[in-house]
């Protein structure tokens, strides 16, 4: 490569992990600051050069947060810098897995690239499952935290302890049950994003390609076997952990088939040669399950259903 070729990737890997880190320091760009690297990726002249803004934001990332705790003097700000770094960490490990398998089917690009997500959340919250003394020192600090920021938000005292660390105590359960599966959604929406604007102005939209994707009819089993075991765990009222194991599992296959689910409604919209609406349908699809109470239930339920369904209806034809 030379020096004609090298400035202009040099000057694009310094702003594309420039624009990466400043979103990775902000609450709701935490989870979108991979949109860049991964968008901006085929660019590069090789897989290599493609990766480098990868290890750049990972680096500076990591370097930030050591600073921000001063090294993590204790065994608590370790905790705590372990729980900063788990969605950043998986994210970028993910979108490095997506880019090196360029060329690959959509589908198994997208399997590779949540796996180390979905062993890190399971990890993770066997980890906090253990409940070593550094952990329970952290988990009052939480608590409290959630206390005073909810009084604040209230604009009232709390008077009811019990009520909140109930309240407190229900979340955190409830984030140890879906972790893994909020994490590929998550990555599942950078990676439609990222695609979205790759394709723009291409013969074939990404969309195309995405209202192809159909999992292994063999796969309705595995689904069939997790949430029986969900059931199985529930009726013998095992304890939380290995419930909240089960049920990690039977949602991260259930959101692949609302995948698949949101896979036929693109199909459909395809062929009736409304292929600028389905590229939006993405973008409001995730409105409904993250901002709209009530309609957020019915894409969630909705799209495995259909996508399940699909074992042994025929939505799409030639795929």
Known sequence: ?????????????????????VLSQLMIGNFLFTIP????????????????????????????????????????????????????AVLLVGSAVWITLDGYRLLYRYLASCLFAVVAS????????????????????????FRTLFAQFSGSAIQYDAT????????????????????????GFAFY???????????????????RIRLPENGIWVFLSGWTLVLVFVLVKSGYLPRALAIQCALSISLLYAIQGFAIILFHLVKRNLVHRAGRLGFMVVLLMFLVPGLNLLVVFALPLLGVTETWIAYRRNV
């Open 1 to 21: 490569m030379d020096q004609s070729q090298r400035a202009p990737i040099v000057k694009m890997t310094l702003i594309v992990s420039a624009v990466s880190i």
């Open 37 to 88: 690297l991964i968008a901006l990726a085929p660019r590069y002249l090789n897989r290599r050069q493609a990766l480098m803004p990868v290890g750049i934001v990972a680096l500076l990332v990591a370097l930030i947060e050591l600073i921000r705790s001063g090294g993590f003097p204790s065994s608590e700000s370790r905790v705590l810098g372990a729980v900063s770094l788990f969605v950043p």
């Open 164 to 187: 909140m660390n109930l309240l407190y105590r229900t979340m955190v359960m409830i984030l140890g049950a879906v972790l893994a599966p909020m994490m590929m959604a998550i990555m």
């Open 193 to 211: 994003v990222a695609l979205s604007f790759q394709s723009r102005g291409s013969e074939e939209p990404f969309v195309v390609r995405f209202s």
């Open 122 to 145: 399971i990890s993770i919250v066997i980890w906090f499952g253990s409940a070593g003394e550094a952990i329970l020192r952290v988990d009052s600090m939480m608590s409290e935290s």
